[in-house]
């Protein structure tokens, strides 16, 4: 199998608030983990790549201060949004790769966070 | 430039009722199109990856193909639970590790 798991899969915050999101590969270890989001209705859109052991890639229109992403090992990275508002208020899904990939293979999902900012 | 289209946008059919799921590629140099089951709330699940034109993949009702251009994802005999929005995606040689994602098919199995 190939199961990513993320938490908290809801969370609600007032504004100002930083939360923090894991996102953990259960049973293979990810060289690479990706962070999206999603609106209602649309499809994924990808923040940013993240690799162990160095930093984040952020696609263009992502703040990097904003969105602070930590991946520390083989199984663990977290997405930090930072002093949140409103208007962060969304749905992140994380996906990882296996180790070793080269390039073709699936990414897999975790749950998604509903993340709503008051 | 869009790279992946998916039509139709909402697809409604009677359960039973067989169709097929498009995806439309742009780019070049494909080393993979995947295809994903979304629920509402919950992260894309994998069904399949296609790698080179001719190629097809089956699990239970669902078959998927692969041309130069497109994919297509036909549903045999549905059931109320294949009721899902259905995501492709692709990775060409440009892009490194980099999925993108069409706008996704909303179907609805109507019992």
């Known amino acids: 199998g190939a199961v990513v798991s993320q938490h908290p899969s809801w969370v609600i915050c007032k504004s100002g608030t930083s939360v923090k999101i894991e996102c953990r590969s259960l049973?293979?270890?990810?060289?690479?983990m990706f962070w999206y989001r999603q609106f209602p209705k649309q499809s994924l859109m990808l923040m940013a790549t993240s690799n162990e052991g160095s930093k984040a890639t952020y696609e263009q229109g992502v703040e990097k201060d904003k969105f602070l992403i930590n991946h520390a090992s083989l199984t663990l990275s977290t997405l930090t949004v930072t002093s949140a508002h409103p208007e962060d208020s969304s749905f992140y899904i994380c996906?990882?790769?296996?180790?070793?990939?080269?390039?073709?293979?699936?990414?897999?999902f975790g749950d998604g966070t509903r993340l709503s900012i008051l | 430039e869009d790279q992946v289209t998916q039509s139709p946008e909402a697809l409604r059919l009677q359960e039973g009722e067989s169709s097929s799921l498009n995806c439309s590629y742009t780019?070049?140099?494909?080393?993979?199109l995947f295809w994903y089951r979304q629920d509402p709330g919950k992260g894309p699940e994998f069904l399949f990856t296609?790698?080179?034109a001719g190629e097809e993949k089956e699990k239970e009702r669902l078959k998927a193909t692969l041309t130069k251009k497109e994919s297509f994802l036909h549903i045999t005999a549905p059931k109320p639970e294949d009721s899902a929005t259905y995501l492709c995606?692709?990775?060409?040689?440009?892009?490194?590790?980099?999925?993108?994602f069409g706008t996704g098919t909303s179907l609805t199995v109507i019992p």
């Open positions: 780019v070049s140099g494909l080393r993979g």
């Open positions: 049973d293979f270890q990810a060289t690479t």
């Open positions: 296609l790698y080179s």
């Open positions: 996906s990882a790769e296996k180790q070793g990939a080269k390039g073709n293979q699936p990414q897999h």
């Open positions: 995606a692709v990775r060409h040689s440009n892009t490194g590790n980099q999925f993108y």
